[in-house]
T-cell receptor, first 113, second 113 residues
């Protein structure tokens, strides 16, 4: 079965510093991978997705992620954190042709002024 | 395009009652999925409907059911509510490209007393 593991349930970074949120996947077939963000009392917003095209994927709000098959990783990065980035971030995986998403446990990002 | 809409946004019920939640997908999307989000279990897949047929089902008891109408709108029903059913219920709609890309609504927060 597909699964993703997010390392670090809480991450704190200073405003202007690099944001790095880690996600490793387990899949026996090439996966589709996603990052979603959830602000308090809201639903999930799609940040970016990997669907077997370019390995470096750019998303909204300055975020990007790199698919590394050798490391089974899909880490999310942003060069310079902004206060508005404070939220919970979820990595997710789906099987090819399957609309079911399997989510990681989430990482809560705190930005220190 | 309007996003995914869910009604109601908040709901309070007592144990033993039943509840029906509604979801309208993005125009043109024919796949609708439901997820349950709780602090303890995280985000869990309930089921997915496509063209009025349940295509995927998660590991939830039979008290949880759903349906999809010909206009792609979907409802989920929970019968004989338990305290543990208190959660944020998220609906997501997607295209049928098989990448699993889904767009989420704001959710319905259900509190069972």
């Amino acid at each position: 079965a597909q699964s993703v593991t997010q390392l670090g349930s809480h991450v704190s970074v200073s405003e202007g510093a690099l944001v790095l949120l880690r996600c490793n996947y387990s899949s026996s077939v090439p996966p589709y991978l996603f990052w979603y963000v959830q602000y308090p009392n809201q639903g999930l917003q799609l940040l970016l997705k990997y669907t077997s095209a370019a390995t470096l994927v750019k998303g909204i709000n300055g975020f990007e992620a790199e698919f590394k098959k050798s490391e089974t990783s899909f880490h999310l990065t942003k060069p310079s954190a902004h206060m508005s980035d404070a939220a919970e971030y979820f990595c997710a995986v789906s099987d090819s042709g399957n609309e079911k998403l399997t989510f990681g446990t989430g990482t809560r990002l705190t930005i220190i002024p | 395009k309007a996003g995914v809409t869910q009604t109601p946004r908040y709901l309070i019920k007592t144990r033993g009652q039943q509840v029906t939640l509604s979801c309208s997908p993005i125009s043109g999307h024919r796949s609708v999925s439901w997820y349950q989000q709780t602090p303890g279990q995280g985000l869990q897949f309930l089921f997915e409907y496509f063209s009025e047929t349940q295509r995927n089902k998660g590991n939830f008891p039979g008290r949880f059911s759903g349906r999809q109408f010909s206009n792609s709108r979907s409802e989920m029903n929970v019968s004989t509510l338990e305290l543990g059913d208190s959660a944020l219920y998220l609906c997501a709609s997607g295209t049928t490209g098989g990448t699993g890309t889904q767009y989420f609504g704001p959710g319905t927060r259900l509190l069972v007393l």
